[in-house]
């Protein structure tokens, strides 16, 4: 145990995990759309009988998204890299590690797709409303978690620049809260305000 631990916490220090602009724009955008799901969650006009488990399904991305947003500068998935790489050595098979982070990779997608089917049914008959929000969400815990894989070649594409010299690993991470983001301005805009219902209601005759 003590090895593991000298190992782990040789290559691994807790700290700030991306102290740029890209890196605190994401925890932002992070924060930003949990508000809008919580948001979705309390105002949202859910019609009956799936109002309890669309409340239910938003709060839930909202707490998902804070803690992605704490872990982005925790960087905890490269402490989980570190302690598989340790394990690795210590028990013998750092050199077959390929094929155990393809096994790693098989069974994200496979629990991806669980986790899929699962919110499908929770949410059945709700995905006019709640589809760009599962995806978002499955999109966002599959790149975590490839990430916590530590594919070196994963990890050289990621870092590569695109326009403005904004990182992949940025544009990537944010297509699933901006999916959510949408979805849940989505529902706001249905969502009729108190000011509007009682115009409705006086002008009714």
């Given at each position: 145990m003590q090895d593991i631990y000298s190992c782990v916490f040789g290559t691994w220090r807790p700290g700030i995990g991306d102290p740029t602009w890209q890196g605190w724009t994401t925890v932002a955008v992070y924060l930003a759309v949990a508000a809008l799901a919580l948001r979705a969650a309390r105002t949202a006009a859910f019609p009956e009988p799936s109002a309890r488990r669309e409340r239910v399904f938003w709060n839930l991305v909202a707490l998902a998204l804070l803690l992605l947003a704490i872990?982005?500068?925790?960087?905890?998935?490269?402490?989980?890299?570190?302690?598989?790489?340790?394990?690795?050595r210590?028990?013998?098979?750092y050199a077959?590690?390929?094929?155990?982070?393809?096994?790693?990779?098989?069974?994200?997608?496979?629990?991806?797709?669980?986790v899929l089917l699962g919110l499908l049914w929770l949410l059945r008959g709700t995905l006019r409303r709640s589809a760009a929000a599962i995806v978002g969400l499955c999109f966002v815990s599959a790149f975590v978690l490839i990430r916590?894989?530590?594919?070196?070649?994963?990890?050289h594409l990621l870092g590569m620049p695109t326009l403005l010299s904004?990182?992949?690993?940025?544009?990537?991470?944010?297509?699933?809260?901006l999916?959510?983001?949408?979805?849940?301005?989505?529902?706001?805009?249905?969502?009729?305000?108190?000011?509007?219902?009682k115009t409705g209601r006086s002008e009714e005759p």
């Amino acid at each position: 145990m003590q090895d593991i631990y000298s190992c782990v916490f040789g290559t691994w220090r807790p700290g700030i995990g991306d102290p740029t602009w890209q890196g605190w724009t994401t925890v932002a955008v992070y924060l930003a759309v949990a508000a809008l799901a919580l948001r979705a969650a309390r105002t949202a006009a859910f019609p009956e009988p799936s109002a309890r488990r669309e409340r239910v399904f938003w709060n839930l991305v909202a707490l998902a998204l804070l803690l992605l947003a704490i872990n982005k500068q925790l960087d905890l998935q490269s402490a989980l890299t570190a302690t598989g790489r340790c394990l690795a050595r210590l028990q013998g098979w750092y050199a077959e590690r390929r094929a155990v982070q393809t096994e790693f990779i098989v069974a994200i997608g496979a629990l991806s797709l669980l986790v899929l089917l699962g919110l499908l049914w929770l949410l059945r008959g709700t995905l006019r409303r709640s589809a760009a929000a599962i995806v978002g969400l499955c999109f966002v815990s599959a790149f975590v978690l490839i990430r916590a894989a530590g594919f070196h070649h994963f990890d050289h594409l990621l870092g590569m620049p695109t326009l403005l010299s904004v990182r992949t690993n940025m544009v990537l991470e944010l297509t699933g809260p901006l999916l959510i983001a949408l979805g849940s301005l989505a529902l706001a805009r249905d969502t009729p305000s108190p000011d509007r219902s009682k115009t409705g209601r006086s002008e009714e005759p």
